[in-house]
């Protein structure tokens, strides 16, 4: 089993940043997919990012290079730099991982998930 525990939303206004923290714990996830999902109200969950090992980068297309994820020396923790955020990045954001998913931007492939963190951007 993994548990992924999410930390450093908030509420911030429109132009800042924010760095989204996911700890690994239970068991190895070097060799995992880590993946960021996001869910605002009445919407459905999207694909935000996803890496594996350090070079394995894939991001949504709305993200055009505001968005970076990265992982830390010991696989244990993966971040999510937000920049130059907007009302509508405004969602919840879960952690997920998976030793192989098929396709890393369906959240159904991932087996493993976070509870989330709130962030909310204001204009």
């Known amino acids: 089993q993994v548990q992924l525990v999410e930390s450093g939303g908030g509420l911030v206004q429109a132009g800042e940043s924010l760095r989204l923290s996911c700890a690994a714990s239970?068991?190895?996830?070097?060799?995992?997919?880590m993946g960021w999902f996001r869910q605002a109200p009445g919407k459905e969950r999207e694909f935000v990012a996803a890496?594996?090992?350090?070079?394995?980068?894939t991001y949504a297309d709305f993200v055009k290079g505001r968005f970076t994820i990265s992982r830390d020396s010991a696989f244990n923790t993966v971040y999510l730099q937000l920049n130059s955020l907007k009302p509508e990045d405004t969602a919840v954001y879960y952690c997920?991982?998976?030793?192989?998913?098929?396709?890393?931007?369906?959240?159904?492939?991932?087996?493993?998930w976070g509870q989330g963190t709130q962030v909310t951007v204001s204009s």
């Open positions: 997920a991982a998976d030793l192989k998913p098929t396709t890393v931007t369906i959240p159904s492939r991932y087996a493993y």
């Open positions: 239970g068991r190895t996830v070097s060799s995992y997919t």
């Open positions: 890496i594996l090992g350090r070079v394995g980068i």
